[in-house]
């Protein structure tokens, strides 16, 4: 019983995360754009929070390993929560990229923590369903998020207040839990650095890091390009919010289903199919800019990629042995910022340099790209995480 409520509250923290992640994108994006601030400004104004990310992940795994998973989360959930109610104070660009920045290494901490105390938890066979329901509320929470841009209309720190509040919640729910420790080797001793850890992880799960890569992506251009590329075609807000909602949604409808065809099938065959079948599906997409129809090509690609991180984390567990799974969840997440960082600076530029180029040929050649080469890259399963050399590292 105290496990599962563990793994309640955990959840509630990845809904909490996906609150606050889906209400910042576009709100700061609308803000801007209304300041007039340029798209390529925006865009790297968004990739800040992922740049925190990027920027804490090589800390986290010696004190992880020694203090555990509660410490992180708890830690990570007060850097949120206090960031946020500072937006409702404090304005301006600079002093919102430090806020950004800080969010970005509190939800990184939240999320190693939660990953890992689901990861090392559960059962190899249930992976595919724990982190699937991982996923789903954190897509639950996204879904939320991007709905509280229109309270803009009451006030500029209306979504930030609502945002703050629930993550001081979920922080409150975290203080009585039992603190969980990562199982750790008899190998793995301390004269063995995290350097090398990080590059075992790297040489047996790139391949697999590739989902969480493009759920960043996609993710951040979505809302924080997106909604300048659909402010300039002609749509509001409401048709915004309704638009990213819809790609939330068909990632809600899916994220359990394709966790247990992962299970079924092998996670690296099936982030293969979505792949190269979201590619497609975006490439149409360019053909009109017409709302339904935009609206359908979005709920579709929910469908497929809405799953790309937790198929991703799920398939990097499973090439890795279980001394190397935090550091491997903590490069997952540096993987999902490089995509977070990369893709909104990328679609800026692109919709600067090229104003008339529709927005989703963007996004389908960059997904495109990633899709082949992990179906060029992908390997065995079997013969990865049977690798002799795995096993006796640090031997």
């Given at each position: 019983m105290k496990n599962k409520f563990q793994f309640y509250v955990m959840i509630s923290i990845v809904t909490i995360s996906g609150i606050s992640q889906g209400m910042l994108l576009p709100v700061?994006?609308?803000i801007f754009e209304k300041e007039g601030?340029?798209?390529?400004?925006?865009?790297?104004?968004?990739?800040?929070?992922?740049?925190?990310i990027l920027a804490i992940s090589p800390f986290l795994e010696k004190p992880l390993r020694r203090y555990g998973t509660k410490p992180m989360i708890l830690i990570g959930c007060l850097a949120v929560w206090s960031s946020l109610f500072l937006f409702i104070f404090i304005k301006g660009?600079?002093?919102?990229?430090?806020?950004?920045?800080?969010?970005?290494?509190?939800?990184?901490?939240?999320?190693?923590?939660?990953?890992?105390?689901?990861?090392?938890?559960?059962?190899?066979?249930?992976?595919?369903r724990s982190l699937s329901i991982y996923g789903l509320f954190f897509s639950v929470g996204?879904?939320?998020?991007?709905?509280?841009?229109?309270?803009?209309?009451?006030?500029?720190?209306?979504?930030?207040?609502?945002?703050?509040?629930?993550c001081f919640i979920g922080?409150?729910?975290?203080?009585?839990?039992?603190?969980?420790?990562?199982?750790?080797?008899?190998?793995d001793s301390s004269n063995r650095s995290s350097f090398n850890r990080y590059r075992l992880v790297l040489k047996y799960s790139w391949v697999a890091m590739l989902g969480p890569m493009v759920y960043g992506i996609l993710e951040a251009m979505l809302n924080s390009n997106f909604p300048v590329f659909a402010m300039r075609s002609g749509f509001s807000i409401k048709d915004?919010?309704?638009?990213?909602?819809?790609?939330?949604?068909?990632?809600?409808?899916?994220?359990?289903?394709?966790?247990?065809?992962g299970d079924r099938f092998g996670r690296g065959k099936v982030l293969k199919v979505v792949l190269i079948l979201s590619t497609c599906v975006f490439l149409t997409g360019s053909f009109t800019s017409q709302f339904y129809f935009i609206a359908i090509v979005l709920i579709l690609t929910g469908t497929l990629l809405g799953s790309c991180f937790s198929l991703g984390l799920g398939y990097v567990n499973d090439l890795l042995s279980e001394d190397l799974i935090p550091a491997g969840n903590i490069i997952t997440g540096m993987a999902f910022s490089i995509g977070s960082v990369s893709g909104p600076i990328i679609g800026g530029k692109v919709m600067e340099l090229f104003p008339h180029l529709n927005?989703?040929?963007?996004?389908?050649?960059?997904?495109?790209i990633i899709a082949i080469i992990f179906a060029l890259n992908s390997v065995s399963l079997k013969s990865v995480n049977k690798s002799e050399e795995q096993l006796k590292i640090g031997s």
């Open positions: 700061i994006a609308v601030v340029s798209a390529g400004l925006n865009g790297f104004h968004a990739s800040v929070l992922y740049l925190g660009f600079i002093s919102w990229l430090v806020l950004r920045f800080l969010i970005g290494v509190g939800d990184h901490m939240l999320h190693v923590g939660s990953q890992t105390w689901i990861t090392t938890s559960t059962d190899k066979s249930k992976m595919g996204f879904a939320i998020g991007p709905i509280l841009s229109n309270t803009l209309q009451f006030g500029e720190y209306v979504p930030f207040l609502i945002s703050g509040i629930c922080w409150l729910f975290v203080l009585p839990l039992k603190n969980s420790i990562p199982v750790s080797s008899e190998k915004i919010s309704f638009l990213l909602l819809g790609f939330t949604v068909g990632g809600i409808i899916t994220q359990i289903p394709l966790g247990y065809l927005f989703f040929i963007s996004i389908s050649v960059l997904i495109g």
